[in-house]
């Protein structure tokens, strides 16, 4: 699976950088630019199922909506944390299991920034 993933430039590595963050940058961040179309997908059927008309939003008020999914819907937190832990090999599984809770957050945090950065392909 590792092979499928997308390169990431070298500087995201570089550094003095804490074991966690290396994780987050060699890891996390070439997970979730693999798996940005199905987070997109998974964002606007979010979206649809909550009967909110995305597209007929302004810019502020989709932000809000995308903050307000992964600040307070946990469920889909659950999920889209679970779509990019499925991508990880068991050596990064165990490492995620080091610190679980504080890369949860991450994830969340991470494909939040993304959403918020890909507007346009949400509506």
């Known amino acids: ?6 390169k990431l430039p070298p500087s995201i590595s570089e550094g003095e950088l804490k074991e966690e963050e290396l994780f987050q940058n060699m890891v996390l961040r070439p997970v979730i630019k693999m798996q940005h179309q199905i987070l997109i997908l998974r964002v606007k059927d979010y979206f649809l199922s909550k009967k909110v008309l995305f597209n007929s939003l302004d ?3 989709k ?3 995308i903050r307000n999914a992964f600040q307070k819907d946990a469920m889909l937190k659950k999920e889209i944390q679970g779509f990019i832990l499925g991508q990880l090999n ?8 080091k610190n679980q809770k504080s890369i949860n957050k991450r994830i969340a945090q991470m494909v939040q920034n993304r959403m918020l950065d890909s507007i346009i392909e949400l509506t």
Do not use: G, H, S, T
């Not at 699976?1 to 997308?6: G, L, Q, V």
């Not at 068991?90 to 299991?97: D, G, I, S, W």
């Open 1 to 6: 699976m590792e092979k499928c993933r997308p």
């Open 59 to 61: 810019q502020i008020n």
């Open 63 to 65: 932000e809000k909506w």
């Open 90 to 97: 068991v050596k990064e599984f165990n490492e995620y299991l």
